[in-house]
């Protein structure tokens, strides 16, 4: 995992997997916005909480305090180390004031877990059939998919690291599926 990361695991929780192959953590709690918007929303909301969002399909810009996701084409997650939400979301408001916008509190929906070790996308591949080539799948990559029946949000953080985010609802059910999978890997 990258030295400095918007997303760790969560201190006061034990990892969910804890494997010479892989490991499972749940992150810390973060705040999270949806934005919807044109570029100019992008823009001004990227002043706002200080990274441009990106505008390319599929890309991610991240830092150590805040990571923002390109979800389509007008629409964005903003992932926030911040202790003040309200604070933060007030921020943006009003840089967004005199843009048409949709912006969203989300912070309390989802949760969100990291997948990291030689097998992390081993694992992966029990429920999200997608090519975790480094060509195909690199670094800094996002995508909206499924995990088994779950949507989720899937970001490739570093080579051997990717973060799932998922509703707070579904996540027992991710959490099940991973740790089903990291027992038949340790059996083979």
Known sequence: MPEKSVYSANADLAPIIATSRVRVAEAAPLIRF???????????????????????????????????????????????????????????ETALADTPHSLVDVSDRN?????????????????????????????????????????????????DTFVIEAWRSFMPYVIELLQEASRELEAA
């Not at 390109?70 to 992932?79: A, H, K, S």
């Not at 029990?126 to 080539?133: E, N, P, R, W, Y």
């Open 111 to 159: 949760r969100a877990l990291i997948i990291s070790g030689r097998k992390a996308a081993w694992l992966l591949n029990s429920q999200v059939f997608l090519d975790f080539d480094e060509a195909s799948f690199p670094v800094g990559m996002v995508t909206r998919t499924l995990f088994g029946k779950a949507e989720i949000m899937l970001w490739r953080q570093a080579e």
């Open 34 to 92: 949806s934005l919807r918007g044109g570029e100019a929303a992008a823009s001004h909301a990227g002043t706002a909480v200080g990274v441009s969002l990106p505008l390319e399909p599929l890309t991610s810009i991240a830092t150590d305090k805040v990571a923002a996701f390109w979800l389509g084409p007008d629409e964005w997650n903003l992932v926030i180390q911040d202790d003040d939400a309200r604070a933060m979301f007030e921020r943006v």
